[in-house]
């Protein structure tokens, strides 16, 4: 009877998951709508009803779970406020899921959870020094320093979404203004579009999208086809986020970025640039050492695998 770790992915949208051997392979997986569960409570038994059976007819055994979640706190086994989440406070992960599947159970934030899985199963394999950064709906960053995944004093380290990106600007769901991640995520690259395309003169596909409906995924697309304007957010972005690069760069010296989540769909439209302007801002011993490369589980969900690694290696 093969062992496996059920691997979930909470994200603001939807909860993904997955049945994870320890070489890596998902036997089975799905999502739910995040705002259709009410409490970590209804999570657990509605994950139950439906793995149950699937791990009898699969001859499977539970081994563990793990656990990836914005704000989720390796070190205290809860979520706690997270912004983007219907539930609210210092929530209860660990000792609920512990309580109704009977395994033990690990919990780290999702960004942590997706460089564990490039560190496993990605591109981050060799690598020991490196930051995964997540850019989706806002940024996860989650880090590794001589092989080791870092967690902080209190839990949260690597929150580059929330760095001061100018400190009088866009509204940040945290409560501050000008956070890096309500310019350089793929929420981010949209609201630039929302702004520039009121005053933008030259033609582009994305004038015949409402401006409320423009996505990155829209903006991806017409810059993949060379849509001017499409390409200029790609080069704004991408001169905010290689600043802060530049930034980390100096601090950490790490060996390489690995970009993620929707907007990483690009890949080399962003990051061509973001290198160039990340090269732009280092002192001289730092140029062009650090590679910026996207993810090699882009197509999968490395927080998912990375959730079940962290549990295969840390509890097993
Ligand atoms: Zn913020």
């Given at each position: 009877?093969?062992?496996?770790?059920?691997?979930?992915?909470?994200?603001?949208?939807?909860?993904?998951?997955?049945?994870?051997?320890?070489?890596?392979?998902?036997?089975?997986?799905?999502?739910?709508?995040?705002?259709e569960i009410e409490s970590i409570q209804q999570?657990?038994?509605?994950?139950?009803?439906?793995?149950?059976?699937?791990?009898?007819?699969?001859?499977?055994?539970?081994?563990?779970?793990?656990?990836?979640?914005?704000?989720?706190?390796?070190?205290?086994?809860?979520?706690?406020?997270?912004?983007?989440?219907?539930?609210?406070?210092?929530?209860?992960?660990?000792?609920?899921?512990?309580?109704?599947?009977?395994?033990?159970?690990?919990?780290?934030?999702?960004?942590?959870?997706?460089?564990?899985?490039?560190?496993?199963?990605?591109?981050?394999?060799?690598?020991?020094?490196?930051?995964?950064?997540?850019?989706?709906?806002?940024?996860?960053?989650?880090?590794?320093?001589?092989?080791?995944?870092?967690?902080?004093?209190?839990?949260?380290?690597?929150?580059?979404?929330?760095i001061s990106n100018d400190p009088l600007g866009?509204?940040?769901?945290?409560?501050?203004?000008?956070?890096?991640?309500?310019?350089?995520?793929?929420?981010?690259?949209?609201?630039?579009?929302?702004?520039?395309?009121?005053?933008?003169?030259?033609?582009?596909?994305?004038?015949?999208?409402?401006?409320?409906?423009?996505?990155?995924?829209?903006?991806?697309?017409?810059?993949?086809?060379?849509?001017?304007?499409?390409?200029?957010?790609?080069?704004?972005?991408?001169?905010?986020?290689?600043?802060?690069?530049?930034?980390?760069?100096?601090?950490?010296?790490?060996?390489?970025?690995?970009?993620?989540?929707?907007?990483?769909?690009?890949?080399r439209i962003l990051t061509e640039p973001t290198?160039?302007?990340?090269?732009?801002?280092?002192?001289?011993?730092?140029?062009?050492?650090?590679?910026?490369?996207?993810?090699?589980?882009?197509?999968?969900?490395?927080?998912?695998?990375?959730?079940?690694?962290?549990?295969?290696?840390?509890?097993?």
């Amino acid at each position: 009877m093969a062992s496996v770790v059920l691997g979930i992915d909470i994200g603001g949208t939807n909860i993904e998951y997955g049945l994870i051997t320890k070489e890596g392979e998902n036997m089975y997986s799905s999502f739910m709508k995040t705002e259709e569960i009410e409490s970590i409570q209804q999570l657990a038994e509605n994950l139950k009803a439906e793995i149950t059976p699937i791990l009898k007819k699969e001859k499977l055994k539970l081994h563990g779970i793990g656990i990836g979640s914005p704000k989720g706190n390796y070190l205290t086994g809860c979520i706690e406020f997270a912004v983007n989440l219907p539930w609210k406070g210092v929530v209860e992960i660990n000792s609920i899921f512990e309580e109704v599947f009977g395994v033990s159970t690990i919990l780290t934030n999702d960004a942590n959870a997706a460089a564990y899985g490039e560190k496993m199963y990605g591109v981050a394999q060799d690598m020991r020094n490196f930051m995964v950064i997540t850019l989706g709906t806002g940024i996860g960053t989650g880090f590794f320093m001589n092989g080791q995944l870092q967690h902080g004093q209190h839990g949260n380290a690597g929150e580059l979404g929330h760095i001061s990106n100018d400190p009088l600007g866009r509204e940040c769901n945290c409560g501050k203004l000008g956070c890096l991640e309500r310019y350089a995520s793929a929420t981010g690259i949209a609201l630039s579009a929302r702004e520039k395309i009121e005053f933008y003169k030259g033609s582009s596909q994305l004038s015949k999208i409402a401006p409320s409906e423009i996505t990155a995924k829209n903006i991806t697309a017409a810059a993949k086809k060379g849509d001017p304007l499409a390409l200029e957010l790609f080069d704004d972005t991408s001169r905010i986020l290689g600043n802060a690069l530049a930034n980390i760069t100096t601090l950490l010296d790490l060996e390489a970025f690995v970009f993620a989540g929707g907007l990483a769909n690009a890949k080399r439209i962003l990051t061509e640039p973001t290198k160039r302007y990340m090269d732009e801002n280092l002192m001289e011993d730092f140029k062009s050492k650090v590679q910026i490369v996207c993810s090699g589980l882009l197509s999968e969900n490395s927080a998912i695998f990375g959730a079940a690694a962290l549990y295969w290696n840390e509890k097993n």
